[in-house]
């Protein structure tokens, strides 16, 4: 089955409003006719009304790094989705691994972000990995698994055909040492088998999985080009300008 292809900048903490502005203008103009192609940027927070204006414009759509599954109230330092949305984001990523470690989110917190997300109509992009450790102490699928089962609970079909899913090794995060195309295919036809065990088949060939860790203009096309990578999710690449260009023009 054909998916679209969805190749997403993940800025992290990085950019001030003004640098925002500046690399979103430039990202804007190289993404002008790429018309068989998703492409989304995720400013931090504080960015994310000045990148979805310099956008608005464009095919390119803006996500949040978080969201709360609350709509509003005591919550000190959290995000509602009705925020992010009038702020313009109409994705968020959640679950990503330096949630999961540095801030202690564990599978259930992440759980409720999802159904936040749906509820209120902002498509999560969903992000699993495992770590070095557990890679080599051969528990890769076993952590992925529990990572979906856990983070995936109670999402419905419907729902489910409007999430993307994000694998991101721990260990090819930052660090330029990519999974092989080998390994990240691997990795995802399990994930794809899985979501057909757990939801439909259907489901499972129509969601998107990206893959994230050490994604580079050099390693793009023959990561893209393997059957169950549908996208990638790009950190440290998508914060300039011309490697993120190359990146979203993947052949
Ligand atoms: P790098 O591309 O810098 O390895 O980061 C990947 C990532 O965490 C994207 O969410």
């Known amino acids: 089955m054909k998916r679209r292809p969805l190749l997403a900048g993940n800025w992290k903490m990085h950019k001030t409003v003004l640098e925002a502005y500046s690399l979103a203008t430039e990202i804007e103009k190289c993404s002008a ?13 504080t960015a994310i009304h000045e990148v979805a204006k310099v956008l608005k414009d464009s095919c390119v759509e803006v996500a949040a790094q978080n969201v709360c599954w ?14 992010l949305k009038s702020a ?20 259930e917190i992440i759980n409720k972000r999802m159904k936040g997300a749906l509820k209120f109509d902002l498509m999560p992009i ?21 990572q979906l089962r856990k983070g995936l609970t109670g999402i419905r079909s419907l729902e489910m055909k409007k999430t993307v899913l994000a694998y991101e090794p721990v260990w090819a995060i930052g660090t330029g040492k990519t999974a092989t195309k080998e390994q990240a295919q691997e990795v995802h036809a399990f ?9 439909e088949k259907d489901i499972a060939d129509s969601v ?6 050490s994604v580079k203009p050099d390693n793009v096309d023959e ?13 440290g690449a998508a914060l300039d300008a011309e490697s993120f260009c190359r990146i979203i023009n993947f052949i």
Do not use: W
Request: with cysteine; aromatic share 8%; hydrophobic share 40%.
């Open 33 to 45: 006719g790429l018309e068989d192609r998703d492409v989304i940027l995720a400013p931090p927070f």
């Open 208 to 213: 998107r999985i990206l893959y994230g860790g």
């Open 191 to 199: 994930i794809r088998k899985l979501i057909a065990e757990m939801f």
């Open 223 to 235: 990561l893209m080009a393997q059957p169950d990578i549908d996208g990638a999710l790009v950190g």
């Open 70 to 83: 609350e709509e509003q109230g005591a919550f000190t330092g959290e995000i509602s989705p009705e925020m």
């Open 88 to 107: 313009g984001a109409t994705a968020v990523i959640i679950g990503h691994s330096e949630r999961r470690q540095i801030f202690h989110e564990d599978n």
């Open 126 to 146: 969903f992000c699993i990995g495992e770590t070095l450790e557990e890679r080599e102490s051969d528990k890769t699928f076993e952590v992925l698994e529990e």
